[in-house]
């Protein structure tokens, strides 16, 4: 391993020694065992972005571990617990989506949230108390997600939907690149659907499949992060997002929209049932929304194919890929 040595004032080997190293954290000392870069040469310390953070993170945890303070991944495992999103979290706990977006990438949270948070994981009364005072600040399907869950938290323990439980697994495991750097939100992908269907008639589900597609990719190519986290794959007739049957059987099963069989007897058109709620989407979101939507309206499901099997994503994939969200920024049909 080489790197470059300020003392030496050139590049020479080095090694990486572990010791014990003090970092401060909220004004305390903590101590930990340290991964360090070292000049071979002259023995000084070299600067290491990636064993630096690692450092940091130690320390992080060491402080977790000393003051009784939950973990990301004990607040993602809450938050999913209860069938949650991030925002829908936040709403409960009164606090802003952000504080709980900074809690679960590695932020240490305060006291007073840390023992609120945790009285909200152990004490189902109190988690029944905060979803009646706030319920009306989930969306539909949300809500209708959590008083589910709470309805069975008595007896039993397990997850509110199977299927739902699956879906949500298998975009999860899933890497950045192929969920466009956002975690999935099922409430924003329902709410997507709806979108369309409200505002296209007897749009056919190919067609609804690939105005999805379009419009986590423009929202990729323009702000670099997609608008649902859905994943999605090359098929047949398009790319499409992984495992659609189970989010479109979830969304129907909700009574958010409705399958009715399309004129001419091939395929299903999708319906609107509940209203779409705009309040879920940021300004650039809805704006990607709306110029999806204008330029798609008139097509039909099968110009919708003929459109996507010229865009890279779909050329350069085999049947059943992942589509890397790389490829938003060759889109062709819609900028």
């Known amino acids: 391993m080489r790197a470059c ?6 590049e020479r080997d080095c090694r990486v020694v572990q010791r014990d190293e003090t970092y401060p954290v909220k004004g305390d000392p903590i101590t930990v065992r340290a991964q360090v870069m070292v000049c071979n040469e002259c023995g000084e ?7 630096d ?3 940091l993170e130690r320390a992080f945890q060491e402080y977790r571990r000393m003051k009784g303070l939950l973990a990301p991944k004990d607040i993602i495992a809450i938050r999913e617990k209860y069938g949650l999103s991030q925002r829908g979290l936040a709403a409960l706990l009164s606090w802003s989506p952000a504080t709980v977006a900074r809690y679960e ?7 007073p949230h840390n023992e609120q948070i945790r009285r909200f994981r152990d004490d189902v009364d109190y988690a029944r ?4 005072a706030r319920k009306d600040h ?3 399907l949300e809500r209708s997600r959590v008083e589910s869950m709470l309805r069975q938290l008595p007896e039993d323990d397990p997850p509110q939907d199977l299927l739902l439980q699956y879906l949500m697994s298998k975009y999860s495991a899933q890497e950045d690149e192929f969920r466009g750097r956002c975690q999935f939100d099922v409430d924003k992908a329902a709410n997507m659907i709806v979108f369309f269907a409200s505002n296209m008639r007897n749009v056919v589900k190919s067609k609804l499949l690939k105005l999805l597609w379009y419009a986590d990719f423009v929202a ?10 859905m994943a999605y794959c090359h098929n047949y007739y398009g790319p499409i997002p992984m495992e659609h049957e189970v989010l479109i059987w979830h969304i129907q099963s909700n009574g958010m929209i409705d399958l009715k069989p399309h004129d001419s007897g091939k395929g299903d058109c999708v319906e609107a049932i509940a209203l779409f709620d705009d309040s879920l989407f940021t300004g650039e979101e809805l704006q990607v929304l709306r110029d999806v939507c204008a330029r798609f309206r008139s097509a039909t499901a099968t110009g919708m194919t003929k459109v996507s099997h010229r865009e890279d994503a779909y050329v350069r994939t085999q049947m059943k890929e992942p589509i890397s969200y790389d490829y938003a920024m060759n889109l062709k049909a819609i900028q």
């Open 105 to 111: 990438t590695g932020a240490l949270p305060s006291v």
């Open 5 to 10: 040595c300020d003392v030496c004032g050139t």
């Open 53 to 55: 953070d690692g450092n």
């Open 45 to 51: 310390d070299l600067f290491n972005a990636r064993l």
């Open 220 to 229: 990729y190519r323009r702000a670099f992060k997609s608008i649902s986290g």
């Open 138 to 140: 989930l969306g539909r």
């Open 129 to 132: 108390e905060l979803f009646g």
